[in-house]
């Protein structure tokens, strides 16, 4: 069982938007601006997507957005396209030295 | 370009033990906060452990006691010796470089993985 709640699947068309949501507590998610998404095609390690709630580290499109509200943080994925179905995990700082917290993952699905 | 590439995963049975290794390019791993995170399909993403470049350690309570993570300085080569092992340490091991802003702050993400090492506790 995993620390963070996502949602087990989401889907969009091409060029639509999908917003994934990422529900914590206030130890983790509502009490720091460190949540990270991180992207991962089947077979491949992670990638670092968004930092900080809504930084995107060099290279990754401008489609994908995050924000966050109170014990909540979403990742937005605008312009859906093929190469978005993927699976994307959040993550949040939850205290003490670097203890991080991820979310169970949510397998998207470009119809 | 960083690469990190990991080995000594397999096949344990419980209470037995392996040595992960995780051999760096791109990057001196001793200047970087380096930490190990599995992931198995039934707990998802797991931070596992994390050393400093000051080489402070940290482990999860889940690993606390039992792993301990480790680095060589002239291999540039991170490690994570993991003793009395369990069903629920079955997971696909990655070695990950933790992220540092402009001051030099370590920051909560981590911004390169190795493809990883599998690690399967079974009778």
């Known amino acids: 069982q995993s620390a963070l709640t996502q949602p087990p699947s989401a889907s969009g068309s091409p060029g639509q938007s999908v917003t994934i949501s990422c529900t914590g507590t206030?130890?983790?998610?509502?009490?720091?601006?460190?949540v990270s998404w991180y992207q991962q095609h089947p077979g491949k390690a992670p990638k670092l997507l968004i930092y900080?709630?809504?930084y995107r580290p060099s290279g990754v499109p401008d489609r994908f957005s995050g924000s966050k509200s109170g014990n909540t943080a979403s990742l937005t994925v605008s312009g859906l396209q093929a190469e978005d179905e993927a699976d994307y995990y959040c993550?949040?700082?939850?205290?003490?030295?670097?203890?991080?917290?991820f979310g169970g993952g949510t397998k998207l699905t470009v119809l | 370009d960083v690469q990190l590439v990991e080995s000594g995963g397999g096949l344990v049975q419980p209470g037995g033990s392996l040595r992960l290794s995780c051999a760096a390019s791109?990057?001196?791993?001793?200047?970087?906060?380096m930490s190990w995170v599995r992931q198995s399909p039934v707990k998802g993403l797991e931070w596992v452990s994390v050393?400093?470049?000051?080489?402070?350690?940290y482990h999860a309570d889940s690993v606390k006691g039992r792993f301990t993570i480790s680095r060589d300085i002239s291999k540039n080569t991170l490690f994570l010796q993991m003793n009395s092992l369990t069903a629920e340490d079955t997971a696909l091991y990655y070695c990950?470089?933790?992220?540092?802003?402009?001051?030099?702050?370590?920051?909560?993400?981590?911004?390169?993985w190795g493809q990883g090492t599998l690690v399967t506790v079974s009778s």
């Open positions: 990950v470089r933790g992220s540092v802003d402009t001051e030099g702050r370590t920051m909560p993400h981590f911004d390169s």
């Open positions: 993550s949040s700082y939850a205290g003490h030295y670097i203890r991080v917290v």
């Open positions: 206030s130890s983790d998610v509502g009490g720091y601006n460190y």
């Open positions: 791109g990057l001196t791993v001793s200047s970087n906060y």
């Open positions: 050393i400093y470049a000051g080489g402070s350690t």
């Open positions: 900080e709630v809504y």
